[in-house]
């Protein structure tokens, strides 16, 4: 009798968000940002582009904010001043003497600084809170078209590419002396990073999305010595920490953003903890070797 | 008449100076080869062994001189797979998640499609370089749990997979076993017989007596180079080092 009243709570909570129309289109479309964010982390983790990720995604937002100004797609503004702000960084490290993770810091919270006076400036109506830590149960109809876009584009763009990636991020020298064009690789990987930046933000906010670009890679880092495997970990529990950070928040009236990251940074912990080979408590014994 | 003079030449490097952000790390650097001929370059840590094969491998730009390879520019060389490069174990990443099979196989990524789908000939270029280092039962192992000596010999199989004809090694012999030092320097041995021009780096000068037919010595710029008969001499060794006599050098004389 208990349990069975048990089992119809449990289901309960799994389908009456699922009720709702913008739930549905949310977990969707947060799924979807997460596996694409999830496929990109296990380059940049082991790239080590972590700062990278997070000087871009904050950089975007001055173009957010000009975008919604003038009526433009939002990705479009966010996209040119995510590649600007890499390629200012760039400019200013090769001539200066000021070091690499200095220059992007440099960078990144001046085009944020700026994104948060024009917001204060143009009266629009922006909605700041959103822009900052995501809106995933607000998306609206055009932002779900130009979200499929870009993540189908960036899918593919990592998939063409793939073991030129992988070759890049390994051993960019040896790339080169094979005759592949390392420099493009560098910015594909950049431009990719934008992108993922722009779809990034609607679920988590500009704050938060980092972590949509490296906790999953570092996850799956801790799990697999393959790089195929690490990708589909990573992806995996992108997916599910975002559907799981979304009922959260649903059920218990959290910020949507915040409940996503904080599932998957548990999930990292628990990685982090009890991974099989890599984790404090080595658990070698029980799993096989990789 | 003077194209074919040039043709001659494998590796042709005039004069090349190289910096990073303004800091001179090798200048007025000179170094012609020939098909078949082992070169040791032999020099203290810091005296830019690493920073000439970065120049020859056009990982850095060179802010004066002139490399050619086979009397093309590095851009056609690089196109044809005419060099192959083997790190210093320190400028890799060796927890990176890819296995022995994998390393080997981006020695064929330059002359795949732009998949890098590899062909019946890439799997069996793959599968020869890895027997060749003695490493077949180790092929599907993460680098990352291979030891020094064993990726070594994995990134010596990357090179050998390549099928370039001219091999830069930084440092082949550093931290590796008498048994696989062996194996190492038997195919360097075979390598010349194939005909490849090798360039390696090491600080071993036992290895630079036995096998090495010229000797490039270099303390940011050319110190002495030539037939390693007449230039390998304590003199020249000891200037060098900075005035330092290595002695391990001089132990047995041959
Ligand atoms: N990427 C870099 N940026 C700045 N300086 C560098 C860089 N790489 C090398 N150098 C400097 O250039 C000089 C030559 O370095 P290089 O690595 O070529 O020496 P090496 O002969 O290979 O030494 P080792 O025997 O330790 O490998 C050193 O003084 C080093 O500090
Ligand atoms: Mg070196």
Not at chain 2, 25 to 54: E, H, P
Request: proline residues 3%; contains cysteine; glycine residues 8%.
């Amino acid at each position: 009798m208990n349990l069975c009243f048990l089992s119809t709570n449990i289901t309960s909570f799994v389908t009456d968000p699922l009720s709702h129309e913008f739930m549905r289109k949310a977990l969707l479309m947060s799924s979807l940002v997460a596996a694409v964010c999830g496929f990109l982390s296990s380059y940049l983790t082991l790239k080590g582009w972590a700062l990278m990720g997070d000087a871009v995604s904050h950089s975007v937002m001055p173009g957010v904010v000009v975008a919604y100004a003038l009526g433009l797609p939002f990705s479009l503004g966010a996209f040119i001043f995510g590649v600007g702000s890499v390629a200012l960084i760039g400019f200013v490290k090769q001539k200066s003497r000021v070091k690499e993770d200095t220059v992007i810091g440099l960078v990144f919270t001046g085009f944020f600084a700026l994104g948060i006076v024009l917001v204060s400036k143009i009266k629009s109506n922006i909605d700041l809170h959103s822009i900052l830590f995501g809106s995933p149960l607000g998306i609206s109809l055009s932002d779900v078209k130009q979200t499929v876009f870009i993540s189908l584009l960036v899918v593919m763009l990592l998939s063409v590419f793939r073991k030129d990636l992988i070759l890049y991020c390994f051993d960019p020298r040896h790339a080169k002396t094979v005759g592949i064009n390392v420099l493009f690789l560098h910015y594909l990987l950049l431009t990719c990073l934008s992108l993922a930046a722009v779809v990034g933000l609607q679920t988590v906010g500009i704050v938060l999305v980092v972590a949509m670009l490296i906790t999953p890679g570092a996850t799956a880092y801790l799990l697999t010595d393959r790089f195929d495997n690490m990708t589909i970990i990573a992806v995996i529990s992108a997916i599910i920490s975002s559907v799981f950070g979304i009922y959260l928040s649903f059920w218990f009236d959290l910020e949507t953003g915040g409940s996503i990251v904080l599932v998957q940074t548990f999930i990292f912990l628990f990685a982090f903890l009890f991974a099989p080979r890599y984790g404090i408590f080595k658990f070698k014994k029980l799993f096989s070797n990789y | 008449m003077d194209k074919l003079n040039y043709k001659s030449y494998r590796i042709e490097a005039e004069n090349i100076c190289v910096d990073y952000h303004g800091k001179v790390a090798l200048y007025d650097a000179n170094l012609r080869l020939k098909a078949g001929q082992i070169c040791g370059l032999v020099g203290m840590n810091g005296a830019g062994k690493t920073t000439f094969f970065n120049a020859l491998t056009g990982f850095v730009n060179i802010s004066k001189g002139k490399i050619r390879i086979n009397g093309e520019s590095l851009k056609i060389a690089q196109q044809d797979q005419a060099i192959a490069y083997v790190p210093q174990s320190e400028g890799i990443d060796c927890q990176f998640p890819v296995s022995v099979w994998d390393v080997v196989m981006m020695g064929r990524y330059g002359s795949m499609n732009i998949l890098r789908s590899p062909r019946e000939s890439d799997i069996q270029a793959v599968k020869d370089a890895i027997d060749r280092v003695d490493l077949m039962e180790l092929s599907s192992i993460p680098i990352g749990n291979l030891s020094g000596g064993q990726r070594k010999r994995t990134f010596l199989a990357r090179a050998i997979a390549q099928r370039a004809s001219i091999l830069l090694l930084d440092e082949p012999f550093a931290g590796v076993d008498i048994r696989t030092e062996k194996l190492i320097s038997e195919l360097f041995i075979q390598f010349k017989n194939e005909g490849k021009t090798i360039l390696l780096s090491t600080h071993d000068m036992i290895h630079v007596r036995e096998f090495c037919d010229l000797v490039l010595l270099i303390n940011k710029t050319v110190v002495a180079y030539g037939e390693t008969s007449e230039v390998f001499t304590p003199e020249n060794i000891t200037s060098t080092f900075g005035g330092m006599s290595p002695d391990v050098s001089f132990g047995p004389e041959s």
